[in-house]
């Protein structure tokens, strides 16, 4: 079956300071991988995704995310974090074995960015 | 582009009443899917359909959930009767595509749902 574990609830990071949000996956295939961002009230913004090609992914606000298959990695990075960056981070794989458009997220990871 | 439109925004009710969640997609998108996002169970998939059609349901809860999308530019998500356990936030999503591997979901702002 496919999945994703995000390990970290929170992270927690000084304005300014290199963030990192950790998730990694399971699946049977191609690994299509996906990053949303969850603000307070609000639905989830698609940040970028991995499908193919260079393992580095540039996306929304400045975040990045670094594709590892050795690792089964998929963590999204951003050189500076900026207090407004505070929100839940989703990281999601598509259900290849079930229905192909079905996402399934991870558990989320709270960020939270002090000024 | 308006992106995707829920309504309404909050929804306070009593166990037994009906509660319809409405939903307009992003204009030219094929696929629609409704979401259920709660602390204990994370973000759940409901349904999805394409080109109105409903792909997989085998998320809904139980018989008292139903969705419909009479057309492609709105669908609506229907509890009867409703209970304290269906409070959640509930999302809508469109994308582009016929909900392939590589499609990304852009997603309605939600509707809180509070049962009493």
């Known amino acids: 079956a496919q999945s994703v574990a995000q390990p970290e609830d929170q992270v927690n990071v000084a304005e300014g300071n290199p963030l990192t949000v950790k998730c990694t996956y399971s699946v049977s295939g191609n690994p299509y991988l996906f990053w949303y961002v969850q603000y307070p009230n609000r639905g989830l913004q698609f940040l970028l995704k991995?499908?193919?090609?260079?393992?580095l992914v540039k996306g929304s606000y400045g975040f990045e995310a670094e594709f590892n298959k050795s690792q089964t990695s998929f963590h999204l990075k951003k050189p500076s974090a900026l207090v407004s960056d505070s929100a839940l981070y989703f990281c999601?794989?598509?259900?290849?074995?079930?229905?192909?458009?079905?996402?399934?997220f991870g558990k989320g990871t709270k960020l939270s960015v002090k000024p | 582009d308006a992106g995707v439109i829920q309504s309404p925004r909050h929804e306070v009710t009593e166990m037994g009443q009906e509660v319809t969640l409405r939903c307009k997609p992003i204009?030219?998108?094929?696929?629609l899917f409704w979401y259920r996002q709660t602390m204990m169970r994370g973000l759940e998939l409901l349904i999805y359909?394409?080109?109105?059609?409903?792909?997989?349901d085998s998320g809904m809860p139980e018989d008292r959930f139903s969705a419909k999308m009479p057309n492609a530019s709105f669908s609506t998500l229907k509890i009867q009767p409703s209970e304290p356990r269906d409070s959640a936030v509930y999302f809508c999503?469109?994308?582009?595509?016929?909900?392939?591997?590589?499609?990304?979901?852009?997603f309605g702002p939600g509707t809180r749902l509070t049962v009493l």
């Open positions: 204009s030219g998108h094929n696929s």
């Open positions: 999503a469109s994308s582009p595509g016929l909900a392939t591997s590589t499609d990304t979901q852009y």
């Open positions: 991995y499908i193919t090609g260079d393992n």
């Open positions: 999601a794989v598509p259900n290849y074995g079930g229905s192909q458009g079905n996402l399934i």
């Open positions: 359909f394409n080109n109105n059609v409903p792909i997989d």
